[in-house]
């Protein structure tokens, strides 16, 4: 495994996002000259493969460039992984469009892959419209995308004649409407309104079907588990966001006195067992992502694709990873005393966060029924694995 450039040129910008994190907040999206900053790093393209000029990072380096930008800024990470996933599809696009739309260093995608949109065929391609949810990162990104349905003249679903059903179709930004609806309780700054298209032209193969096994470059990424890999950000980002609140609560606890105490808050006994609490239970839950992308990693450098229990695994690490982090968030939130509420103090945001980052699909709380149904010998759908 060479040296991850990508994660040491995060190190050195990370100190410049985490004195932005109230403003990025504040502005519900990234500032653009963030954008610009983090752009220079190749943390929004990392899965871009190299016969294209990308990175060449492995997927577990990629996790470590996704926890160590949370780490400094939720939002940063967040949009740099929705950015890096997206940037997936670079190996299952004809050659025409992955050159177009991921071909600059400049680039940045994302998008909301789910079919909410309904695409109707037409000469040289297909007709789009529709409106999509968690639109992360999406207006600094220079193409972003959607799923879709294809469907009939009777607005029924049905697939075109040679198969094409579920598309993740790229619009150009000029083609798409931002919806700004983005009052949330965390993550904030990672600008994930709402956005819209209405009868946009995509040109033929313009768009994905996430899923298949159709790739157009054959490489360890586009082997690997796309949303196995989904999950594994989302719980990279987490866990960065967790780690962060830590350390906030260790310094915090070096000088804060509780009200009618001469000791500072690191002096109570409490406080000492949830902190080794909190950094015992980080190291388990990252060290179980690491050895399961490992492991699913050795499989697609060899040339084939990661089975059914190593996909498994992958899910069941990420969402534990996630659940846990937002354990650790709270911890850190409640030994933090009167001081993690007030907006001055970090802990208040890597808590709320934290929490936000636990209800996206891959890594939401009622994914462990799947990982355990599979577990447990009973049928199950292992499509989205």
Request: hydrophobic share 40%; with cysteine; charged share 20%.
């Amino acid at each position: 495994m060479g040296t991850n450039l990508v994660l040491d040129a995060v190190r050195q910008i990370g100190p410049a996002l985490a004195s932005r994190s109230i403003e990025i907040e504040e502005a519900r999206g990234l500032p653009l000259d963030v954008v610009e900053l983090i752009k220079t790093t190749g943390a929004f393209r990392m899965y871009v493969p190299e016969d294209m000029d990308g990175p060449g990072v492995t997927a577990w380096q990629s996790l470590e460039v996704i926890e160590e930008l949370a780490y400094h800024d939720g939002a940063s990470g967040w949009c740099s992984m929705i950015g890096s996933t997206t940037s997936l599809t670079a190996s299952m696009l004809p050659d025409r469009f992955a050159n177009q739309i991921f071909g600059d260093d400049g680039a940045v995608a994302g998008g909301f892959a789910m079919p909410s949109g309904r695409a109707t065929p037409v000469d040289g391609g297909l007709r789009v419209s529709g409106r999509w949810q968690w639109g992360s990162g999406t207006r600094h990104c220079t193409w972003i995308a959607g799923g879709c349905l294809l469907v009939g003249e009777d607005g029924t679903p049905q697939a075109r004649s040679d198969g094409l059903m579920a598309p993740f179709v790229f619009f150009q930004p000029d083609d798409v409407e931002f919806i700004d609806n983005w009052d949330v309780s965390g993550l904030s700054g990672t600008g994930s309104g709402d956005y819209q298209v209405t009868d946009v032209f995509v040109p033929e193969g313009r768009w994905v079907q996430l899923g298949d096994d159709a790739t157009v470059r054959h490489n360890s990424m586009s082997r690997f588990s796309f949303f196995g890999l989904l999950a594994c950000g989302v719980a990279s980002c987490a866990m960065g966001i967790a780690r962060r609140a830590v350390d906030e609560l260790v310094e915090l606890a070096g000088t804060k006195r509780p009200q009618g105490s001469s000791k500072t808050l690191g002096k109570r006994p409490q406080v000492q067992a949830d902190v080794a609490i909190a950094e015992a239970k980080l190291a388990s839950a990252w060290a179980f992502v690491e050895a399961s992308i490992t492991d699913s990693w050795v499989t697609a450098e060899s040339g084939s694709a990661p089975t059914v229990e190593q996909k498994r695994r992958l899910r069941l690490s990420a969402t534990h990873a996630t659940q846990t982090a937002a354990e650790v968030a709270e911890l850190m939130y409640k030994a933090g005393g009167g001081a993690s509420v007030y907006t001055s103090c970090p802990l208040q945001r890597t808590f709320r966060d934290a929490f936000v980052a636990t209800q996206h699909a891959m890594v939401a709380p009622r994914t462990f029924e799947t990982h355990g149904r599979i577990r447990l010998g009973i049928e199950t759908d292992t499509g989205l694995l």
